[in-house]
Structure formats: structure tokens, C-alpha cells
């Protein structure tokens, strides 16, 4: 045996060769079989960093087949419910660099906001309801509709199909239960000229307790 | 006595605690107001029970628990409810939160209420309750319904009980004045802790060296106990639970862990004085003591404060200076905040009211840039790594601050204090941390979101999907009724007039015929002329049979009965005119 190698180098090495590749091709074919991911686990990755609200601003209809886009080789700022937190997630994940916000589909509003329908004008036509991605608004033909505050993620999309224009966008306001803390002034700033317009009284008070 | 161990880190501030012991505990008039916050603990705000113009005598419920995480909440004095609104509170934030305001009559009447003094014949389940129902949260600082604390619904028994005395913050004196006043009831109140929690092995009294008369007050009621007096070199912050748990027994409690985890419980030195007024004495938690202190105060002592009692009242009373210090600092300067205004009122928590003058705590000096001097990381108690949060805090990088475990930080302010460059570091973890709870949140509302749009887009697709099976069943249906109908066309040419006999006086009356027609001129319009010169020759065969059949049938009728005699002629009349229409057509298609 080792004589017939030694004797034919070339084609033991050969038969090695190709010997080996089947064995480890068969493995892999083994382990692609075994082990197979269904879906794109990239997509449900930036998925889960899209805010969920459904709203369409970024010209897709919900924020699956945005995150399918983005995987595929779309921009990453064309979410304004997400704003630059969520394009620096996204950016961090697929390690790109997090490029400003497009301003055209929208700008990033600091107050999250819900849907409210003036209930005394609702004529009770369902369009909002058909319209409403997640299901929050109530009601029933010809009888009023109402928004689960709650379940509203403040998408806008229930605001242009209403014929009577009773709904508004109300920003949600803060209570002390979710009040928090805010980010001070950066230090650094000594000269006068620099820290114009930074430091605010008020923010100088905090420092103070 | 016992061996203490020593926490890493920690700050030596000026402690400024003699100001405010010169004098005993006083008494101050009842306020004219007294504003109760519903929410002077954490847990669930309590539910009010009463409405406006109602009287209510010292020490009735005035608000119920809320759920099991909760506390009620006494009315301190005698009076009537004047409000029931938002009000300001002592809270960072300035905002207001729904408070109940009583209008005090002056003549603090008690309600009837009795105490029991042979607690060790009693339940702890009951003691429990009683400690519940009278209001009690923890008075040392976060204010955790000490019911709760001491529940027995876990998983090991508790062998320790630790009397936190520390009271390690400066200025404050208050536990000092009320252990050097009424160490007789403080030890009763830690008998009874001890009999709820079934006699723990070890009973310690944390308490830091600085304090030596109420070291000396204590040892004689601790004498013969059981209970340990145990002294300790003073640092700040030792009086934090973790830290001084770490003190006494030389345990580390784990990140995320609870004292009870571990069989030890850990309770403010003020709240045993609470829960042994509870028990023997049968008094709610309607007040508390409390430090005024700082120099821009002319007076600087200990009270005996009703819960409720605004700070402009605590402050007129000692001579408060506004020139010489504008703020007004609830807690100690380390971990105190700034009150918005001075109406907000003495909560359960509230150890101290502090008027530092301007030259005594100036304002802060603008932060200069990190020079990463690592003083911070040396004087962390719970061995952080400050300068890191800062800058992960700065750059908003949670899931690094969360690796550098940012929620383990007591936010005690011994980094900010030593900080060379003046940078507020406790409020950049205060702020992170806030964000990071609130991202948390987010995401749990925008999985939410997710599940629901989910289920809608579903929801959608299920109702397209059965609009589509209709659709395709009322296709299947309509070929059905045209085969159908071809097939009964085909056997009606045959023998049409056998057939047309029957329906012959009524015709194109059912839903078939009408189906059966409109095919009929569609095929006519489509087929070639032959056919339809075939078909129409048909059409006319088969209405001459009808009008001959109707024909004799109106005849019959005209000679038996006169009521179908309209009907049936307008039959005849319809069937001559479709013959007639048949015959143009005809005579059209062969032009």
C-alpha cells in the first residue's frame, strides 16, 4: 500500500484530493440540509429596530417590507417614526455608516402622538377603521368609531381617508410616571463664545441638586 | 463586638450633622393645609375614599390600598377635604400628581383606634396586615410598602434582620435625634419585626460612628435582646442597602437580587419606630421626622412633621431667609433634589428639607472636559466604572452601559462629588437609565405593534382569501346553470313543443329562464349566422307552440272564468310580440 503511494505521488495525492472533497462537500450538503435557517434572519434583525407603526412613510406598505428593502440594499433613513435612533441601530447592525434622516418622507417628531376622533362628528363611514394598520380604532357601520389610545402607535394614516376630518393626531402628554431625566449640557464648554445659547438656567439648577 | 467589613470606594463630605441635633425633636402648629400626594411610595398611587366637604378626624382612611403593592393613606389631622386634584409634589420633574388637600379644624381629633401589646401571641400574617393598613412604606428613602417587605410568601426564610441607622448623607439627622429620643420604642418596633419574621438568628443595628450619643441610648434597651448594636467607621454612601448589608455580614448581594433572596431583610431605623406606633399603639403613619437644616434657615432642628405639611410652613417657622439661598433641597445634598416651588408637601420619605445658603453649597461650577483622571472609578461604593457610563452615556450607547452593568449604579453622587472637572456624572446615568427603560418600553408597545399588524394583515388575507373562494364558487355555479341550460336547450329542440307546452302561458318567468335568455342573446350575438338564423327559426317555432297553447288557454278562460281573463290576454298579447320581434329578426338576418 504505502509502496503504490510512494510509487505514484501524483495520483495518491489525486486520490486524496478528490477523496477528501467528497467527504467534506457531503458534509456540507449534510449541514445545509440539517441546519437550514428559514427566511432571512437579516430581515427579522432590522425588523425588530423599525418602530412598528405601520405608517407607510417610507413608502412601503409597513415595516416588514421596509426591513425586506433595507436587506436587499435600500437606504436606511427613509423612517421618520424611528428617526436618527433608529438609523444608528440600523447602521450598527449591518455596520454601515448612519446617515442623516432623508427629510422627504418626513420629519422625526419629538412627542409620540395618538389618534383621537371627535366622536360627536363621526358619521360612522368605517374608512379609518379600513385604513387603521393595527386594528386600534372601534366601531361599526353608521355607529361612532373611537381609538384604543393604547394600541395606537400614532401612524397618521387614519387622518386622510375621514370625509368629516374629525380626527386629530394628539401628542401624548408626559406624566410623572415616565418622566426622566435629561441628558446635561456637554462639558468642555469654558469659553463664553462656545456655550452660547447651551446652558440654560434651568439646566444649571439641576446641577445644583 | 462584631466584625465590619469595609465597601470599596466611598467619600468623606463634610458632615454638618451638629447643627441640626442642638435641640429635641419639636413640634410645629398643624398647618392650615395639609396635602396628602396619593402616591408617596412605590407601587400603585392609593385609591381616595373620600369626597370634598367631608369630615374627617386624625388618623381615618382617607385613601385604600391598590392592589397588593400598595399602601392607604390617613388623614394626619382633624379637618375637612377641601380638594381632591393635581398638585405640585416633591418630585424632580416639577409636575403635578392628584393629591388630597384637608383643611385642618385645629382640634387634631383622633378617631378611635386601639393598639395590641401581646403581638408575640398574634400572627405575623396579622401583624402584617395591621403594618399594611397603616400606611407604612419604607421611610429611609425609596419607599417600598414595608407589608410587602415583610411578607413571607418566599422562597427562604429570613435568618437576618438588619436596623439600617446609618443615616450617611450629610446634614440629615433625623434617625439620630429620634433613636437618641425614643430608642426605647425603635427596639420595641424591631422586637415585633422580629416576631413577624419568626425570630431571625441574627438582629443588627447598623449605625455608623458619627452618632455616638444615639449609640449610648440604644444599649441599654438592646441589653439582654438578642439585638446587636453594630458600629462602623463613617463613610459615604454605607447607609445604601447593598452597602450596608456588604458591612455587616460580608455579603455581596448579586445584581438584580433582593436582600430577601439572600434570607435577610434590611428596614429604616424610622420605619420600626412606624410599625411598633402601628402595632401597640394602633396610630397609622400620619407623621414623621424630619430635619430642617442648612444656613439660609434661622432655626435648624428636628421636627415631628405631620405628613402633608407644605415646606413653606416647615420653612416660615425657622426663619427662612430667601436672600441668603434660594433653593430649597429635599433630601441631603448628595442625593437630594431642588424643589420646584415650596408648597409641595412632607411625604412619608422625606428626611429632610435643606436651605443651604449660597456660600455653604455654591451652585455648580461649569464641567470641564473628562481628563480621565479615574478619581471617579475610586470613589464608585459599588466599583463602577464612572468615566466609562459618562461616555457611553454621552454617545447614547445603552447596550454598552448596560455591559457595564449601569443599573447596578445607587446614583449616590460619590463620583460627582470628587469629579476635578465638575461633571454631573449622576445625571448622565440618571438620564440613561431613563432611556433605556423608556426604549424597553418602547419596544414591548412596538412588538406589540408588530403582533397586531401581524394579525391584521392576516385578518385581511383570510377575508380576501374567502371573497376569493365565493367568487370562484359562484363562477363553478353560473358554468353549472349553462351547461345546464345547453343541455335543456339541446333536448328542447328536439322535442320543443312537448316541453314548451307547460311553461307555455307564463313565459320567462323563473330566474333560470331570465339566466337562460340573457345567455341566449349572448350566444346570438356571438354565433355565426347560420346558427343563429337556426336559433331564431327555434325561438319562433317554439313561440308559435306558446301562443297557440295560450290562445286555447284564454279561450278556456273566457268560457269558465273571468279572473285570469286579463292576465292570460296580456300573456297572448307578450307571446304574439315576441313571435313578431323572432319574425324581424329573422327576416333581418336573411336581408
Known amino acids: 500500500m504505502i509502496e503504490l503511494i510512494a510509487q505514484n505521488p501524483i495520483l495518491a495525492a489525486l486520490v486524496a484530493l478528490v477523496g477528501l472533497s467528497i467527504v467534506f462537500g457531503g458534509l456540507l450538503g449534510f449541514a445545509a440540509e440539517k441546519f437550514k435557517v428559514e427566511g432571512d434572519p437579516i430581515v427579522e434583525q432590522i425588523d425588530e429596530l423599525l418602530p412598528q407603526t405601520q405608517c407607510g412613510q417610507c413608502g412601503f406598505p409597513g415595516c416588514r417590507p421596509y426591513a425586506e428593502s433595507i436587506a436587499n440594499g435600500d437606504v436606511i433613513n427613509k423612517c421618520p417614526p424611528g428617526g436618527q435612533a433608529t438609523i444608528n441601530a440600523i447602521a450598527n447592525l449591518l455596520d454601515v455608516p448612519a446617515p442623516e434622516l432623508d427629510a422627504e418622507h418626513g420629519e422625526e417628531s419629538e412627542v409620540r402622538t395618538v389618534a383621537f376622533i371627535r366622536e360627536e362628528e363621526c358619521i360612522g363611514c368605517t374608512k379609518c377603521i379600513q385604513a387603521c394598520p393595527v386594528d386600534a380604532i372601534l366601531g361599526a357601520a353608521k355607529l361612532m368609531h373611537t381609538v384604543i389610545a393604547d394600541e395606537c402607535t400614532g401612524c397618521d394614516l387614519c387622518v386622510e381617508p375621514c370625509p368629516v376630518d374629525c380626527i386629530d393626531m394628539l401628542p401624548v402628554a408626559e406624566t410623572i410616571a415616565d418622566w426622566k431625566w435629561s441628558i446635561p449640557a456637554k462639558p468642555g464648554q469654558m469659553i463664553a463664545t462656545d456655550r452660547r445659547g447651551e446652558v440654560s438656567p434651568a439646566a444649571h439648577n439641576e446641577d445644583a441638586a | ?591
Open chain 2, 1 to 591: 463586638m462584631s466584625r465590619t467589613w469595609v465597601t470599596p470606594g466611598g467619600v468623606h463630605p463634610p458632615e454638618n450633622k451638629h447643627q441640626s441635633v442642638t435641640q429635641p425633636i419639636g413640634q410645629l402648629p398643624i398647618p392650615e393645609k395639609l396635602i396628602i400626594p396619593l402616591s408617596q411610595h412605590i407601587g400603585a398611587p392609593a385609591t381616595p375614599c373620600v369626597e370634598i366637604g367631608q369630615q374627617v378626624l386624625k388618623g381615618q382612611v382617607i385613601a385604600e390600598a391598590t392592589g397588593m403593592v400598595s399602601i392607604p393613606m390617613h388623614a394626619p389631622s382633624s379637618g375637612t377635604i377641601s380638594a381632591i386634584e393635581h398638585r405640585p409634589i416633591a418630585h424632580a420633574s416639577g409636575m403635578l400628581a392628584p393629591c388630597i388637600e384637608i383643611t385642618t379644624d385645629g382640634a387634631d381629633t383622633w378617631i378611635e383606634h386601639q393598639g395590641i401589646s401581646d403581638y408575640e401571641h398574634i400572627s405575623p400574617r396579622k401583624l402584617i396586615e395591621m403594618v399594611g393598613n397603616a400606611g407604612i412604606s419604607g421611610m429611609g428613602g425609596a419607599g417600598f410598602p414595608s407589608a410587602v417587605k415583610l411578607n413571607p410568601g418566599r422562597q427562604r426564610p429570613i435568618d437576618t434582620l438588619i436596623v439600617n441607622a446609618t443615616e450617611c448623607e450629610p446634614y440629615i439627622t433625623a434617625d439620630d435625634s429620634a433613636i437618641r429620643e425614643r430608642a426605647g420604642e425603635i427596639v420595641e418596633g424591631i422586637k415585633i419585626l422580629s416576631a413577624i419574621l419568626d425570630h431571625p438568628h441574627h438582629i443588627m443595628i447598623g449605625i455608623e460612628d458619627n452618632k455616638p450619643e444615639a449609640i449610648e441610648a440604644l444599649a441599654p434597651h438592646v441589653e439582654g435582646t438578642g439585638i446587636s448594636v453594630v458600629v462602623f467607621p463613617t463613610k459615604y454612601p454605607s447607609g445604601g442597602e447593598k452597602q450596608l448589608i456588604y458591612i455587616l455580614t460580608g455579603k455581596e448581594l448579586p445584581a438584580g437580587k433582593l436582600p430577601a433572596d439572600e434570607g435577610m431583610v434590611c428596614i429604616n431605623i424610622g420605619t420600626t419606630y412606624a410599625i411598633k406606633r402601628a402595632i401597640i399603639d394602633g396610630e397609622p403613619l400620619i407623621s414623621r421626622v424630619t430635619t430642617v437644616t442648612g444656613d439660609a434657615v434661622g432655626i435648624q432642628r428636628n421636627y415631628d412633621t405631620l405628613i402633608g405639611t407644605p415646606v413653606s410652613h416647615l420653612l416660615s417657622h425657622n426663619q427662612f431667609d430667601e436672600q441668603a439661598g434660594g433653593r430649597v433641597v429635599m433630601g441631603g445634598p448628595m442625593m437630594g433634589f431642588t424643589l420646584p416651588s415650596a408648597d409641595v408637601p412632607i411625604v412619608k420619605t422625606t428626611n429632610c428639607i435643606l436651605a443651604p445658603s449660597y456660600s455653604e453649597i455654591p451652585d455648580d461650577e461649569p464641567a470641564q472636559p473628562c481628563i480621565r483622571c479615574g478619581m471617579c472609578a475610586e470613589a464608585c461604593p459599588v466599583s463602577l466604572l464612572p468615566q466609562q457610563l459618562f461616555w457611553y452615556a454621552q454617545a447614547q450607547e445603552h447596550d454598552r452601559l448596560e455591559a457595564h452593568n449601569l443599573f447596578d449604579c445607587i446614583e449616590c453622587g460619590a463620583c460627582s462629588y470628587v469629579c476635578p472637572s465638575n461633571i454631573p456624572l449622576v445625571q448622565y446615568y440618571r438620564a440613561a437609565k431613563g432611556e433605556i427603560r423608556q426604549a424597553r418600553e418602547e419596544k414591548v408597545k412596538s412588538d406589540h405593534a408588530r403582533e397586531r399588524f401581524e394579525f391584521h394583515k392576516e385578518r385581511i388575507e383570510q377575508a380576501e382569501r374567502e371573497k376569493e373562494a365565493k367568487r370562484v364558487a359562484r363562477r363553478e355555479a353560473t358554468q353549472q346553470a349553462k351547461a345546464d341550460h345547453l343541455a335543456a336547450t339541446a333536448n328542447g329542440a328536439t322535442n320543443a313543443p312537448a316541453t314548451a307546452a307547460p311553461s307555455g302561458a307564463v313565459p320567462s318567468s323563473s330566474a333560470a329562464d331570465i339566466i337562460a335568455a340573457a345567455q341566449a342573446r349572448a350566444a346570438a350575438k356571438q354565433a355565426s349566422p347560420e346558427d343563429q338564423r337556426a336559433k331564431l327559426e327555434r325561438t319562433i317555432a317554439s313561440a308559435e307552440q306558446r301562443l297557440k297553447v295560450a290562445e286555447e288557454k284564454l279561450a278556456e278562460a273566457i268560457n269558465s272564468d273571468t279572473g285570469k281573463q286579463d292576465k292570460l290576454s296580456a300573456a297572448v298579447e307578450n307571446t304574439r310580440q315576441k313571435l313578431e320581434q323572432s319574425k324581424s329578426k329573422l327576416a333581418e338576418l336573411t336581408e
